[in-house]
């Protein structure tokens, strides 16, 4: 049977894209389909009636949801260009970090970039806590898969480009390089990786929408 | 506490109360891995655990050969990954092995923050109704997620115990507990039959028994969660 991968997904959601990655790097042929959450599609609905989310992938009809568990899948399924590491232990510290990265890292990002004043001062406290945590895995190390791109980098991807808008949109340098050398480095290598390079969304237009998100936030004050 | 064993060097850093320490307990018995118990003593948080997992300085850390692994989710899959004798905890079909990943998902970060939000975080009449509302809707998810997995067999990993009947069964304590508490049955026979099935089979198993905790031990635990909440936000 011919295979059949579909991503559903939206043009600037970050967990979707780190999907756009993992499959292209593998060399996966898919299909995308770009979901307007304002209206969400009855396929959408089908395949992720838990959470009504994206990103989705469909393999041969079959739907996979959440994107860590997304990524797992492909990496069990398309053993080809493998992004974790065989050694166990690596393994764990991967998935560790990956979940470090959903859990805390991006939600105390976002809240900086949300946050005015006063709150913003008092949300960059655990962001920047957070920002070593991860500095400090790139110790020694090119990517955080080590010589080459792994799953961790891609977890922690969102940062390459969405740090950089946000950024630009508040005023606020949030990775400084001499606070953070080693990931500011890895921003810019892991930004030019090829398929990388080639799948994010069209920077003008990423600004627009955090800039109105922002706005929204600061007149519910 | 059990015997060590030199070959296997497996430490793990838990507390008899913590569902999340017991999903482990629970895993290195069915694997009949040998180790060492070492219970947290929170107040204040241990030299040990603050060390190895400063990132989160939280229960359960497994320690094998002395290298720390941290976050439940993280150490059942290690387990399953390094002990390959025996009973696999995840499916062996890629599919079903996603399936239970997001299952797993889903207890963690919608279901058990629900019973959390009805016995410790909700005050008042309204707010309690409206956590019970949103637990008894999480559970018949869960029970939905058991039919689907467990495909008219025993468990949600079919025929034996795996990583999902592991998951949601380490919070039964608590579960029972809230029950108490709030005078409702979250599990019933005529909304969840085969929960209520599955909680008879898994709670009968050895490697079960000794770990899940009666609620009357669970509600000293509980009044002082209730209490440092409370605390905190006064």
Redesign the interface.
Known sequence: MAEEVKLIRTWSSPFALRIVWALKLKGIEFETVLEDLASKSPLLLQSNP?HKKVPVLV?NG?P???S???L??IE??WKEKPLLPED??E??SS??WA??SDE?LLPSVWTVFISQGNKQEEALVPALENLQ?IEEQLEGKKFFGGEKIGLLDLAIGWMADMVSVLEEVTGLKLIQEDKFPLLSAWIEIFADVPEIKESGAPREKLISKFQAIRDAYAATK | MAASSTADDVKLLGGWPSPFSNRIQIALNLKSIPYDFIEETFTPKSHLLLKSNPVHKQIPVLFHHDKPICESIVILQYIDEVWTKGQSLLPSDSYDRAIARFWAAYIDDKWFPSLRQLTIFAQGEDAISAALKQIVEATAVVEGAFADCSKGKAYFGGDKIGYLDLVFGCFLGWLRLAEKVVGVDLLTETKTPGLVGWVERFSSNDAVKSVIQEPEKLMETLEFLKAMFNASTT
């Open positions: 838990v393999h079959k996979v949801s959440e860590l568990v997304i797992e899948y069990e399924t166990p232990y393994k764990a998935r560790f979940k470090f805390k945590f």
